[in-house]
């Protein structure tokens, strides 16, 4: 059964530092990957999606990277802002399901 | 466009009442998706259609019900609701494949009593 992992649970850093979240996940044979952005008490908004065959996507001032055979995948945020205070999920399709396998996200504050 | 839409936003029943949830997508979705957030548990799978008419069994799938008529709605059923399924739950939509990103509705937030 896919697992997927994320650390840490909770982050905290300054405004205008670069940060990086990490994902994990126990069976490398992955349809996808997705990154979502989740504010408190909203629903999920996706920022990323990268393929199996694709080593990493970027859009503004995240960049995803993907390492299939190690079973991981990064978030780089950029230059943080407090607007970027939210939970990051990432989840994952296996290559013979339907079925999004969550990680238990990264809370993350960017303090001014 | 107004993506995905859930309906009701909140809800509270009491054990053994019965209630339906509305998901709603004006993307011209094929792929359909019910999901309940709990804590510490994470984002869970109950049901998902991979077009109209047809409904399948996801991860958590006991005590709930599905039903898609029409491409656009899956509803979401409990007949008999238990404290257990206090829960947030979200619908989401994608293209035909797995190939492209789902899309999450804002979430319905359920207490049972």
């Known amino acids: 059964k896919q697992e997927v992992t994320q650390i840490p649970a909770a982050l905290s850093v300054p405004e205008g530092e670069n940060l990086v979240l990490n994902c994990s996940f126990t069976d490398s044979a992955i349809y996808n990957l997705q990154w979502f952005r989740q504010d408190p008490g909203k629903g999920l908004t996706s920022l990323l999606l990268i393929q199996s065959s694709q080593r990493e996507q970027t859009s503004g001032r995240l960049n995803a990277s993907l390492d299939k055979s190690s079973g991981r995948s990064t978030l780089y945020i950029a230059a943080s802002q407090p607007g970027d205070s939210a939970t990051y999920l990432c989840a994952v399709i296996v290559n013979a399901g339907n079925m999004l396998t969550f990680g238990g996200g990264t809370r993350l504050m960017v303090k001014p | 466009n107004a993506g995905v839409t859930q309906t009701p936003k909140f809800r509270v029943l009491k054990t053994g009442q019965s209630m339906t949830l509305l998901c709603a997508q004006d993307m011209n979705h094929e792929y359909m998706y019910w999901y309940r957030q709990d804590p510490g548990m994470g984002l869970r799978l109950i049901h998902y259609?991979?077009?109209?008419?047809?409904?399948a069994k996801g991860e958590v799938p006991d005590g709930y019900n599905v039903s898609r008529l029409k491409k656009q709605n899956f509803l979401l059923g409990l007949e008999s609701a238990a404290p257990s399924q206090t829960s947030v739950y979200f619908c989401a939509s994608s293209y035909s494949t797995r190939r492209y990103e789902q899309y999450f509705g804002p979430g319905t937030r359920l207490t049972v009593t």
């Open positions: 259609s991979v077009g109209e008419g047809t409904t």
